[in-house]
T-cell receptor, first 116, second 114 residues
Framework: EAEVAQSPRYKITEKSQAVAFWCDPISGHATLYWYRQILGQGPELLVQFQDESVVDDSQLPKDRFSAERLKGVDSTLKIQPAELGDSAMYLC??????????????FGPGTRLTVL | AQSVAQPEDQVNVAEGNPLTVKCTYSVSGNPYLFWYVQYPNRGLQFLLKYITGDNLVKGSYGFEAEFNKSQTSFHLKKPSALVSDSALYFCAVRDMNRDDKIIFGKGTRLHILP
C-alpha cells in the first residue's frame, strides 16, 4: 500500500538554527498539505499545495517558515530561525484530487521537532 | 466560522464493551465529516467519512459513525472494543459550501482496559 514518506522522523535543534523537513506524497496525488500538531491538540494546516502552486498559506508564519513543491511532487518545509515555540509534530498529508473537499487525506508518520 | 468539538479528553472502556467517542461540529453550510486515528509516534490514519446519503457510515477496523444533523453530531462507535483500539482519535469537519480547509478537533484518547 502506497504511503506518504517523511524525513527525518525526529529532529533536535537549538533555537535560531535552521531546520528542513521533507515529504514525498503518494504517487499521483495532486494536493499536498503541511500540518503542525502541538502536543495535546489536533493538526493545524500550515500550507496547502495543488500541484506546484500554493492554495492556502494563511496560517504559515511567513517571517520564518517557507515551503516549496517545485515540481509538483515532493515538498520541503523550512524554518529559519527556529524558536522554542516551534517544538511540535510536523505532518505531511496528500490527497488524490485537486480542490475536492470530499477527498480523503493520507498522512505521513510525521517529523517530531524539538527546539532547545 | 467552522469548528469541531470533542468534549472528552479521555474515554475508558472495558475490552468487549461498546465504545463511543463524541464529536459535535459547527458549519454555516452542510458538513463533510471525518474520523482519523493516531497511534503513538505515527501519523493520522483515516477511519471513515460522511459526505452525503446514509447517516450511518461504516469504516475501517469495525468502526462506524452516525451523522445527526439536528444535533450537529458525528459520534464514533464500535460494538465491541479491543485493547488494540487504544489510541488518539480525531474528528474533523469541512464546510461543503465554502472553500475552507479541514478543521480537526483536539482529539480524544481512548483507553481500552483488558
Amino acid at each position: 500500500e502506497a504511503e506518504v514518506a517523511q524525513s527525518p522522523r525526529y529532529k533536535i535543534t537549538e533555537k535560531s538554527q535552521a531546520v528542513a523537513f521533507w515529504c514525498d506524497p503518494i504517487s499521483g496525488h495532486a494536493t499536498l498539505y503541511w500540518y503542525r500538531q502541538i502536543l495535546g491538540q489536533g493538526p493545524e494546516l500550515l500550507v496547502q499545495f495543488q500541484d506546484e502552486s500554493v492554495v492556502d498559506d494563511s496560517q504559515l508564519p511567513k517571517d520564518r517558515f517557507s515551503a516549496e513543491r517545485l515540481k509538483g511532487v515532493d515538498s520541503t518545509l523550512k524554518i529559519q530561525p527556529a524558536e522554542l515555540g516551534d517544538s511540535a509534530m510536523y505532518l505531511c498529508a496528500s490527497s488524490l484530487l485537486a480542490g475536492a473537499g470530499t477527498d480523503t487525506q493520507y498522512f505521513g508518520p510525521g517529523t517530531r521537532l524539538t527546539v532547545l | 466560522a467552522q469548528s469541531v468539538a470533542q468534549p472528552e479528553d479521555q474515554v475508558n472502556v472495558a475490552e468487549g464493551n461498546p465504545l463511543t467517542v463524541k464529536c459535535t461540529y459547527s458549519v454555516s453550510g452542510n458538513p463533510y465529516l471525518f474520523w482519523y486515528v493516531q497511534y503513538p509516534n505515527r501519523g493520522l490514519q483515516f477511519l471513515l467519512k460522511y459526505i452525503t446519503g446514509d447517516n450511518l457510515v461504516k469504516g475501517s477496523y469495525g468502526f462506524e459513525a452516525e451523522f445527526n444533523k439536528s444535533q450537529t453530531s458525528f459520534h464514533l462507535k464500535k460494538p465491541s472494543a479491543l485493547v488494540s483500539d487504544s489510541a488518539l482519535y480525531f474528528c474533523a469537519v469541512r464546510d461543503m459550501n465554502r472553500d475552507d480547509k479541514i478543521i480537526f478537533g483536539k482529539g480524544t484518547r481512548l483507553h481500552i482496559l483488558p
